[in-house]
């Protein structure tokens, strides 16, 4: 989905970390996405795939893409901080997906994926080739040969149900990060993934806190659409 015109190809100048939300700073090992990598996300968590993608709103570009994820729940995404007038979406490429990625590797800073199965090693290899040169960074729903980082959420818990009636007001997780180098000892945190205004945030950390560094991209966004939405795609 795009409304405005088609980005441009994104240039070497200004590659390093893409940044992500204050919240995932501390799981990663860099505070922010090597760019020019691939990211796997472990069961293909959405919340955590658009918790991570969401930095990409402060870049320059701040163009992603998201390729064959039909039940992606875009008013969640919105929710999360992506700017869905900067989001292109391929919902169902087929076996033709690692031609659509190496396509808008060149056109847009991060790629939300879900291959349409296993990905051979060498097919992984080639589509490295094409981030290292274009500076995409690759986040993958599921596993991913040589993926630089692996993170998952090893245990969740919605709030707000009660005996079978309720409104969701949010969830939590213990997020789970690896990888080589610096994240090979692996590092955890404990997330409201969202919390009860749709967004991501330490737990023990106030509501107030976390708002107030998003405040200005979420004035006047739908919470109760937002976190219905997380929730219907995080259980596909």
Do not use: N
Not at 46 to 70: I, S
Request: hydrophobic share 45%; proline share 7%.
């Amino acid at each position: 989905m795009a409304t405005t015109a088609a980005p441009e190809t994104v240039p070497a100048a200004g590659r390093g970390l893409l940044p992500v939300v204050p919240a995932l700073r501390e799981v990663l090992p860099e505070g922010g996405l090597r760019r020019g990598t691939a990211v796997s996300v472990a069961g293909g968590d959405t919340g955590l795939l658009l918790a991570l993608a969401a930095g990409v709103k402060d870049t320059e570009g701040g163009w992603a893409a998201a390729v064959g994820l039909p039940d992606l729940g875009l008013a969640a995404a919105e929710g999360y901080g992506l700017d869905l007038r900067r989001l292109l979406v391929a919902d169902d490429p087929g076996p033709h997906w690692a031609e659509v990625v190496s396509v808008l590797a060149g056109a847009v800073e991060l790629i939300m994926l879900r291959p349409d199965g296993p990905v051979p090693p060498k097919l992984a290899a080639r589509l490295a080739a094409v981030l290292r040169r274009s500076g995409c960074v690759l986040l993958v729903a599921g596993p991913w040969p040589g993926a630089v980082l692996r993170l998952g959420v090893r245990s969740g818990r919605w709030f707000g149900l009660g005996d079978g009636y309720g409104q969701l007001t949010g969830r939590q997780v213990e997020v789970v990060a690896e990888g080589r180098g610096s994240a090979a000892l692996g590092r955890t945190a404990r997330l409201w993934l969202p919390d009860e205004s749709g967004v991501a945030r330490p737990v023990g950390e106030s509501a107030g806190e976390a708002g107030a560094s998003e405040r200005t991209q979420r004035a006047g966004r739908p919470v109760r659409e937002a976190v219905e939405a997380a929730e219907r795609v995080a259980v596909v």
